[in-house]
Nanobody, 125 residues
Framework: QVQLVESGGGSVRAGGSLTLSCAVSGFTDDTGCIGWFRQGSRKERDFVAYIRRNDNDAYYSASAEGRSTISQNNAGNTVYLRINNLKHADADMYYC??????????????????WGQGTQVTVSS
């Protein structure tokens, strides 16, 4: 069973940077996708970025493109999301999610089957 644990959230001043981590376990091979999503008071979880585990192919939302980098360590058991030039609008709960075995990665929350508990990002003035 795939398990994901997020960390790295906290309070950061606007303009600063933050790296979120997602510890991943339970994968049986290097296939599949890891996505990062965000959610505040909205019902829907909004896509931020994904990475395909076997070739590091990455894709970003329009708001994340250029300010964010998704990556994974060589072992494939930790996925990172670095966000630069943080804005107040970036404040949210951030979740990582997994779709094991997928060869194509999705940009909607329903694509992913396993989720972490989330880590809170707060942006101060």
């Amino acid at each position: 069973q795939v398990q994901l644990v997020e960390s790295g959230g906290g309070s950061v001043r606007a303009g600063g940077s933050l790296t979120l981590s997602c510890a991943v376990s339970g994968f049986t091979d290097d296939t599949g996708c890891i996505g990062w999503f965000r959610q505040g008071s909205r019902k829907e979880r909004d896509f931020v970025a994904y990475i395909r585990r076997n070739d590091n192919d990455a894709y970003y939302s329009a708001s994340a493109e250029g300010r964010s980098t998704i990556s994974q360590n060589n072992a494939g058991n930790t996925v990172y999301l670095r966000i630069n030039n943080l804005k107040h609008a970036d404040a949210d709960m951030y979740y990582c999610a997994a779709e094991p075995g997928a060869s194509m990665c999705g940009v909607t929350a329903r694509w992913y089957t396993d989720w972490g508990q989330g880590t809170q990002v707060t942006v101060s003035s």
